[in-house]
């Protein structure tokens, strides 16, 4: 593993992060303590293996960027799980998947709409790369996929999705559904099934969102989705929105977003998020902070709906805060091997 320079790198964090002081008085489980060495935290307990993944490359003092793809990557694998191909369809029946991926120089590149594709992340970081656009939607960006050398799969849904597909058709009611993990608050989601636990073990969602810091002090992020479940056809979610699902900020931090999509979008949550980390705010206070103005807009609503932010600073502090409880996050760095974390809500 690389050495770090920790000695300069605090010095630099602390000029980055005015607030750092602050920080220790804040709950251990939502803040480690100043950067020990690379460090990547993810959405929701399968961020665990997939930190695992990140982990091989950060941990020989590999580059964020390509870390956060290749945890991306192991879930997009996942047949029977929820993120990829093996997601649960839109109304029509149809896996339709939306990435992003940011790296410290604020390149970014995205696709939404893709079918077929296994890998939306990477095709997203090929967008990034190989193109001068930021995003490439539905016929377009699978022609660029193919044109890239990705294969294009089967249109078949995988066994758990399409159980679940057969069952919604029953009523076919349009009511969009995110998988999420839920606790004490789910009697509030009057409008969504609560999720089943899956043949492994793990809860079922449908998106999962990265952000780590490397050994040479640069920050990335990737969020890969397969979206709603039974959403509009053509629908589109925050996950591969740069500045919704995912922003990066070398300079202050990173955030990632997990849930309804369609509100985070609506304030552009986790470029407020790092925004606010910019104001002087730990990652937990700004992500406590955004999940507040969003509830503000509508309380009564924001006790139907679910959105979890989670953050990345510079320094290597980490924080994530939710609407509703449920929402957990996976932390690993050479520090702690990797645990996971249930954030705190802003309904109890
Ligand atoms: C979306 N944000 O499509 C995604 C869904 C999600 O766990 O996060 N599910 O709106």
């Not at 937990?284 to 509830?295: M, T």
Request: charge should be positive.
């Amino acid at each position: 593993m690389v050495k770090l320079s920790r000695r300069k790198f605090i010095t630099k964090s602390i000029a980055i992060v005015p607030t750092i002081g602050l920080l220790t008085s804040c709950k251990s489980n939502l803040i480690a303590s100043p950067l020990k060495g690379p460090i990547v935290v993810s959405t929701w307990d399968s961020g665990l293996e997939v930190n695992k993944v990140a982990w091989e490359i950060l941990g020989k003092g590999g580059k964020a960027i390509d870390a956060v793809e290749k945890g991306a990557n192991s879930i997009e694998n996942q047949i029977n799980c929820c993120v990829g191909l093996g997601g649960n369809p839109d109304r029509d029946g149809y896996v339709t998947l939306d990435a992003c991926i940011m790296d410290e120089n604020h390149n970014c590149g995205s696709v939404a709409f893709l079918e077929q594709i296994k890998h939306p992340i990477s095709v997203a970081r090929k967008v990034m790369e190989k193109t001068p656009h930021v995003m490439l939607v539905g016929e377009g960006a699978l022609q660029f996929a193919m044109e890239n050398g990705f294969v294009q799969e089967p249109k078949t849904l995988s066994k758990p999705a399409e159980k679940e597909y057969k069952n919604w058709l029953k009523k076919s009611e349009y009511k969009p559904i995110i998988n999420i993990e839920l606790g004490q608050g789910k009697e509030h989601f009057k409008n969504q099934d609560v999720p089943k636990k899956l043949e492994n073990g793990n809860f079922n969602h449908d998106t999962m969102g990265l952000v780590a810091l490397d050994s040479t002090f640069n920050l990335s992020g990737a969020c890969t989705t397969s979206g709603m479940g039974f959403k509009m056809r053509g629908r589109v979610g925050d996950s591969p929105i740069i500045g919704a699902g995912l922003f990066v900020d070398n300079e202050i931090g990173a955030a990632t977003s997990s849930g309804q999509g369609e509100e985070v979008i609506r304030i552009c949550g986790t470029h407020l998020v790092v925004e606010l980390m910019r104001n002087g705010n730990s990652p937990y206070e700004a992500c406590k902070k955004a999940i507040e103005r969003l509830v503000n807009i509508n309380k009564k609503k924001a006790r139907d709906f679910q959105v979890g932010f989670l953050a990345l600073n510079k320094a290597g502090e980490y924080g994530a805060y939710a609407v509703q409880p449920g929402f957990s996050f996976s932390v690993t760095s050479s520090d702690n091997g990797g645990k996971t974390y249930n954030a705190e809500s802003y309904f109890k």
